[in-house]
């Protein structure tokens, strides 16, 4: 689930949900992930309707045009209940970086001083599990990052991708290459040896000839 609020989302984000389980006396990390597919650096901002359970680094920054930003979230010890509902979610703001930037303006200045219509908002939902984390949850969530594999290759974030994806290809052609060129050196190397054979015999004949020619006439 998700909610848009605003403009057009600037930011990819992953996982959707983040899910902690039970027991909740130790702290929990998860990781979410930023991707800025524009041409352009977006900042971002953090917040969370449970501040005081979790802990966000860093909770604001900037993003480089086809880059991706780490965001460690870590749920501290609290007093869980599972009779009471839960509804813990985190609020991803992110605009573009204004051109008008003033040296050592912080993120969360530039956020404050422009226009409500230029952030761009999305909410990541948090799931309490009252149970602990099994193998069978496990291999589900394998499954289901397999399954997103194919559609995450589709879309080229990075201009340098396809040239990363094609390198191992262009390695091989230069060890043909060599191979190559190998073979037409002895190749060579053999024919030179053989015609310089063959004139040395043919030379020799000659001598022979030119020596004994006259002898054997009757």
């Not at 501040?51 to 965001?71: A, K, L, R, T």
């Not at 422009?114 to 939902?125: C, E, L, N, P, Y």
């Not at 594999?149 to 290809?169: F, V």
């Amino acid at each position: 689930m998700e909610i848009l609020e605003g403009r057009m989302d600037l930011l990819s984000v992953n996982p959707k949900l983040l899910t902690f389980y039970a027991p909740y006396d130790r702290c929990q990390k998860r990781k979410l992930t930023l991707l800025n597919p524009n041409d352009r650096q977006v900042l971002f901002k953090i917040k969370s309707n449970a501040s005081q359970h979790y802990h966000v680094s860093p909770s604001s920054g900037s993003i480089e045009p086809y880059c991706f930003s780490d965001i460690s979230i870590s749920l501290n010890n609290f007093d869980f209940h599972e009779d009471l509902e839960q509804k813990h979610n985190f609020c991803i703001q992110s605009m573009y970086a204004p051109r008008d930037y003033i040296n050592g303006e912080t993120t969360l200045a530039i956020f404050q001083r422009v226009s409500r219509s230029d952030i761009s908002s999305k909410s990541i939902f948090v799931r309490l599990e009252a149970k602990p984390f099994s193998a069978p949850n496990l291999r589900l969530d394998l499954l289901s990052s397999l399954g997103k594999i194919p559609m995450e290759r589709d879309t080229q974030l990075c201009p340098n991708c396809p040239n990363s994806l094609e390198a191992p290809q262009q390695q091989e052609k230069p060890m043909k290459s060599c191979h190559f060129t190998k073979l037409v050196i002895i190749g060579s190397f053999l024919g030179v040896v053989f015609t310089s054979y063959m004139h040395r015999k043919q030379i020799h004949e000659m001598l022979v000839n030119n020596l004994y020619g006259d002898k054997l006439e009757p």
